[in-house]
């Protein structure tokens, strides 16, 4: 899962594997069921988003294999990977500080403590 999450980081590549998706499974369709490209992707947009209008529907065995794992992938694979990303994106911690910004505060904080330790020295 971590690779799969790794290799769709961003909308861009989600986008690329959701195309992939319906591309592939248009061309099984087109294949298994003796229909044209352009018409077997317009089935493989309907069925991905479940919208499904029944106009177009696999007849034979192979074509409602692919019409399930096109169903099934889009619901369970690449929809919540868009709703994880979306989350993620929303949950950014804008306030949070960067890695050199931390250690600014950090080199900051040192020198604090070196010139308090001097006056405490000095005071003595």
């Known amino acids: 899962m971590q690779k799969l ?7 861009i590549e989600l986008a690329i594997l959701y195309a992939v998706l319906l591309l ?35 007849k034979t065995g192979a074509g409602q ?23 993620d994106r ?3 911690n804008r306030d949070a500080f960067t890695h050199e910004e931390q250690l600014h505060i950090l080199e900051s904080l040192a020198r604090i403590e070196a010139r308090l330790d001097r006056l405490e020295s000095g005071a003595r």
Not at 65 to 87: D, E, N, T, W
């Open 5 to 11: 999450r790794a290799a769709t980081d961003t909308f």
């Open 65 to 87: 294999l692919v019409a399930v794992i096109l169903m099934h992938l889009s619901i369970f694979v690449v929809a919540p990977l868009i709703v994880v990303r979306l989350v």
């Open 24 to 58: 592939v499974s248009a061309a099984l369709l087109s294949h298994f069921e003796g229909i044209d490209f352009a018409t077997g992707l317009y089935w493989a947009a309907t069925t991905a988003t479940s919208t499904g209008y029944g106009d177009i529907s696999p």
């Open 90 to 92: 929303l949950n950014e």
